[in-house]
């Protein structure tokens, strides 16, 4: 431990010394409904204001335009400003109204800079720093635990060499145990050392957050071999994820599940190991009364998966089935890249069916308003993965705060620092009893050997099997009973996620740079070809949006690329602070009602809707009559950016509509799905840039 942090908790203890006051203060705390996802801090103690923002420079050294608080739109990682800042943000203006907090990783910088090789002590001093930034901002009153309940989750960058995790027990995981202690529930120290997962109570007997080892599911970590291998780690993860939510299960609890890489899966491209998906995927299926939703980060991008029951393939769970042929997706996305696989998604959503709820067939409880029989009503073949951007500015700097249904959760007992009281510890002794003999039969023990935990797990397991597996290692969770309700993630009910604000801070304003065009003579670097070097000497032009399409280099030097400070003195930025990008709660091109997979296949649907091509006719879409004339209405603060250039076809459009005809829909074209585009980049690009990534 830090002589530091021993300090600061001594500091702080001193400070609430009062009394019992302060005691009796934590005990009261009552639910808000929402919580804060932060991913991707990626902070990097070699950042330089005023270096140069391109590969060579990489924001360590050189003359250019990195910024007070980072330099947007690029690769360079965030400087301890921006992460400052970003603390002191969230204990001003978050602290005391979340109810607990999902940190799912990478808390280190990139490998990106060949004259700077990371090592050990710098990727876990930054995630040492950064644990006890948290520890610190949620310490509570007795300065022993804390107020909220923290879970964090290992990100490929977290160790080294990066992607490349080793089955456990092994150093890093040893390192991590230590790192985490505050968050980490003690019973379950001793099985993270050898998989690096855990979970949370963080609504004691209501909902738990399993933090998910994603490196051990990663198709980029060579030191593992996916999930259908009882010696895999994988494997072993899968085995404890679905024993504990059938324990969940057993005691009416629902869970979320966070990770680093998230599944994404397109028809070219794909993060996890096909048989971590096809495990996971059923593991969700059969699970969807449990799991309230999958959390990620690591892509950067603001986006969601819908995942469907239909590409299931118990065979591939065995490695017997010709899987597809998929490659492995690079670490980042550079913005071209990522839009080639936003596409991908685009072109799956389009085939989506819209969901029955959606066009009053159904009503509110699941039954169907008239005659016609509705099949899967709440769509329950999905499930879905929603993934954050994160805070190192490779657009802007993000954070999401999301809220939950409490209803009837008002007064439920509150996690109360796992780490300390004994009261705390003698009931974490009822509860977890069983589940901690689980984990450590489960954790890979070199004592016990596979056909031992077979066969203990089969004697468990007494009701037959529907589908005889192939593989007679592979236990398929049961589904959930046929009287049992449809789950949090299906119908809105207590623990269903509403909605989510997306919080960003503008660096392009706060950074307040001044900046100019580096003269030819220094920036005689043809091979760094990114699509800001075209800023360089003819900025302003139309040419320079050309390149975007002729950007194949990797490394992105970011919208001011090319530039340098013209002045030697230090930058004077504006205050940080974030701001609202958007909400579902109001974002009025979304329209979510809540975060259930029916409102995101809803929402999928309209993003895939191709109604026609350009000029063509507009035939018959999916989308319902009725919301297309709620979208008139909300044109408001969209049509502004949308239109520009535009006004004449508008107003075409506007009078086809007149007219009676379909033709309002033209002017829709594409809306969706721009919008999606503009959220899934943080804001960071302007329309034209935007409708040239497609
Ligand atoms: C960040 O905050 C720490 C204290 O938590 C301080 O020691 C450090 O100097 C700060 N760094 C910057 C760059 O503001
Ligand atoms: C929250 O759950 C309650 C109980 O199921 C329900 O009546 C209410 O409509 C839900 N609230 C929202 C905003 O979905
Ligand atoms: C960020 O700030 C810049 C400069 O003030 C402004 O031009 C830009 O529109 C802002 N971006 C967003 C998404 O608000
Ligand atoms: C922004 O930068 C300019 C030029 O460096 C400076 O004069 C101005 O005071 C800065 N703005 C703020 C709010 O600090
Ligand atoms: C809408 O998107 C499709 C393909 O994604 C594209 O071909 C078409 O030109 C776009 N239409 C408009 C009006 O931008």
Redesign the pocket.
Known sequence: MALGRVLALALLCHGVISGPAGVALSAQRKLHGRFLHITDIHPDAYYKVHSSTDEDGACHRGKGPAGPYGAETTDCDSPFSLVNATFDWIAANLRDTIDFVVWTGDSARHDGDERLPRDADQVLGTNTWIADKFADLFANAEGKGLTIPVVPTLGNNDILPHNILLPGPNKWLKHYSHIWRHFIPEEQRHSFEFGGWFDVEVIPDKLAVFSLNTLYFFDRNAGVDGCANPQEPGYKQMEWLRVQLQFLRERGMKAILIGHVPPARTESKKLWDETCWQKYSLWMHQFRDVVVAGLYGHMNIDHFLIHDKDEIDIAALSGSSELGARVAMEDELSVMSASDYLVELRNRWSKLTPPPGKRGEVAKDGKRKKGKKVKDPWGERYHLSLVSPSVVPNYFPTLRVLEYNITGLEDAPVWKGALTGVSRAVADEEASSQKHLELRDLSGETDVDDTTLTKKKKKKNKKPKKTPPHDPELHIPEPPSKSSPPGPAYSPQPLTLTGYTQYFANLTRIN???LTDLSTSTSARPAVITFNEQDAGESGSEDRRGGWRDWLLRWRSGKHGGKKP??P?P?????FAFEVEYSTFDDRVYRLDDLTVNSFVDLAVRIGERVGAKGAEVGSSSEDEEEEEDEDEDDDQESDVESDGDVETEKKKKKAKKGGKKGSKKRKLNKTWLHFLRHAFVGTLEEDELKKLY
């Open positions: 307040n740079l001044s013209a002045s003195h930058p004077r930025p504006r205050e």
